[in-house]
């Protein structure tokens, strides 16, 4: 059976994404880098969203359909947020959190609606990784943690959402 990119593509884009985004809070990556990843994620995400929108059916597809859609618009305010503001990036906390939270939903139905118990186990802890990295992630810039939060909320997410893509080209293969 021939799998195509948009089949097994998140489950490189996905860590690839988190990646990125740990290491520009690091300071390693620079605005410029990630204001081109931004573009290059908006772009990926809106080809994705047309080229699979006829395979994206039944009840568990048309929930990451809808994750697609309201991703690619967090993305592309946090892409407009970089350009109109070039100092400061306030929409930039809003559109992690949405990646952070909306995937977390996400997991949590898909976990529910999958019969297999092996998937439904990695989707919830999945859900419930990247749920908890968000709000692990929010105690620094609430003013409870420093950067450790940040790092560890980063990298519970991204392990999380991780587990549940890789879980789900699995799946489907």
Do not use: K
């Amino acid at each position: 059976m021939s799998r195509s990119l948009t089949d097994v593509g998140p489950a490189l884009l996905v860590p690839a994404a988190w990646t990125v985004t740990l290491l520009a809070h690091l300071g390693t990556v620079p605005r410029r880098t990630l204001f081109i990843a931004l573009c290059v994620m908006d772009v990926l995400l809106v080809v994705f969203a047309v080229v699979s929108r006829e395979e994206m059916t039944g009840p568990v597809l048309q929930i990451w359909q809808r994750v697609l859609l309201v991703g690619l618009v967090a993305t592309v305010a946090g892409t407009v947020d970089m350009v109109l503001d070039p100092t400061s990036d306030p929409v930039a906390l809003v559109t992690l959190l949405v990646w952070m939270v909306v995937p977390a939903v996400a997991y949590f139905l898909t976990g529910r609606a999958v019969e297999t118990v092996s998937y439904r186990r990695v989707y919830l802890v999945g859900g419930a990784l990247s749920l908890l990295g968000a709000l692990v992630y929010a105690l620094e810039p609430a003013g409870v943690a420093g950067e450790s939060a940040v790092v560890a909320g980063l990298a519970l997410v991204g392990v999380g959402q991780t587990a549940g893509i890789v879980t789900a080209v699995v799946q489907n293969g």
